[in-house]
C-alpha cells in the first residue's frame, strides 16, 4: 500500500501541474492524492453525494465544487507548508479510517474527522503544555492504558471526556472515573468542583496516580513514548479511526506531538482506584448550603484507604 506521501512526491517528480492520482484502487471510496497548481499537496474526494458545507480552517483549506459529470468534489488542500509531516499523517489517518465507511457517507464522514484534527492542524506554534498540565494529562494516559485491558479500544476513546472538560475524566458504560495526579508523598489530593465526584446514575471511582518527576537522564516516562503506546495499541486493536478519535483528545487537551516531550520526565509509582460511595469523604451538590454555588476542596488520602478497590469491568 503507497503513503500519500509517496504519492505526492511522485506527482511533483513528473511536473504535472494540477496532477491526481488514485490512492488505491481496492478503497471503496473514490479518493485522490493531488498537487494543485501552486503545488499544494492534497487529499480529494470525488462522490456522487453532495458534501456538507465545511467549517473555515486556518492550516488547511476545503474546497467543493460540482464536476462537469454531476459528481462531486472535495478537496482539502494544506495551507501551512511547515505543517506537511501532519497533514501528512491526517490524510493517511483519513484514507485508512474511511476503508469502512459507505461511499455516499464519506463526504460527510471526512468533513467530521477534519474538524477533530482542527486544533492539531492549527497548533503550529510550538507551545507545551505546563508542568501541571502535563502531569495531569499523563495519570489520565496512564489510567485509560489500564481501561484497555478491560473494555473495548473504540469504547475507551469515545469515554475519554476528560479533554472535553467533562466533569469526570472517563464515562464508561456504567461507570465514571475521576483521575488525580499526586506527587510521592503527598496526603491529600484536591477536587476542583463539587461535581467531580457528584454521580447518582453510575458506578464511581476515583483514580489517584503517584507521578515522581526524574532528572535529566534518569529512566522513565516520556509523554511522547506513552502517548506512541497507546496510539500503537489502538490502531492495533480497532484501526485507525480510534488513533484518530485519540489525536484528537489528545489535541482538545492541549497536546501536540512535539520534540519536548519526548524526554523521560516521569516514574510512575502507583496508580490506586477507590470506590466513591456511601461513607467516603467527598461534597455532592445536593449537600451544599443555600448560598454556596461552588466548592474545591481537599481529600485526606489515608482515611480512604478502606474504600480502595480494583478496576474491573
Known sequence: MTSIESLWSALDASGEIGGATRIDPDHGCDLYAALDAAGRPGLVLVSGARPPEPAPFEAVEVTVSQRADGRWSLGIWLRLATLRDEFARLCQELIDASRSIAPAAAPGFLLSQLLRWRRLLEAGSGTMLGPTELRGLVGELLVLRRCLDHWPAAEVIA????????PQDLALPALRIEVKTIRPGARTTR?????????????????????????????????????DEIRGQLERAAGAGAALDFDSRL???????????EQPMFRAEAVRFFEVGEGFPRLRRADLPAGVAEASYDIELGPCAGFETELER
Open 159 to 166: 469515554a475519554w471526556v476528560g479533554p472535553l472538560d467533562a
Open 191 to 227: 477536587m476542583s468542583s463539587v461535581d467531580q465526584l457528584d454521580v447518582e446514575d453510575a458506578r464511581l471511582l476515583l483514580a489517584v496516580v503517584t507521578l515522581a518527576t526524574i532528572g535529566a537522564g534518569a529512566p522513565g516516562l516520556s509523554p511522547a513514548g506513552l502517548v
Open 251 to 261: 489535541a482538545a487537551g492541549g497536546y501536540v506531538d512535539q520534540a519536548g516531550y
